[in-house]
């Protein structure tokens, strides 16, 4: 599994524990985010996100900034791609199963790092329950 990761300065923390986390479950990732704290434009680190996931070259992405709310909007004008802002793992799972999003948005300021992860375990491991939902999710696509 093809896994992309972005953010800007206010999620570089929780990037790098999250890569770790990753890497230590052997899967592929690709970071495309900042590495330092240094301020950036979270729109930098979203875009090729997007583009890797339209392109084929990642199956997932994560995004982080500090509300989720940029990187989340950024990212989701890519035709394929399916963002969804997460706050705990229960959102997460609701995400993943009802409306297949191949995208998680953290937003680093308002979780503590413990969730962030609880996140991405669950967002990885939650499958799309297709039936109703694949109805749903048809005709958020516009392109």
């Known amino acids: 599994m093809k896994i992309v990761i972005g953010n800007d300065h206010a999620g570089t923390e929780y990037k790098n524990l999250i890569l770790q986390y990753l ?16 301020s950036v434009d979270y729109p930098d680190f979203a875009h090729p996100v997007g583009e890797m996931i339209d392109k084929g070259e990642a199956d997932w992405g994560i995004v982080i900034c500090g509300s989720g709310n940029g990187v989340a909007m950024t990212v989701n004008k890519h035709p394929k791609v399916r963002c969804a802002l997460c706050w705990n793992k229960e959102i997460a799972a609701l995400a ?14 308002f979780t503590a790092a413990e969730q962030a992860l609880e996140m991405v375990k669950t967002f990885l491991e939650t499958p799309f329950e297709g039936g109703r939902h694949q109805r749903r999710v048809e005709k958020i696509q516009l392109c």
Do not use: F, W
Request: proline letters at 3%; a positive charge.
């Open 23 to 38: 890497l230590s479950k052997d899967y592929q990732v690709t970071n495309v985010g900042a590495d330092t704290s240094q």
């Open 96 to 109: 993943r199963a009802h409306n297949n999003a191949n995208v998680l948005a953290i937003p680093a300021r």
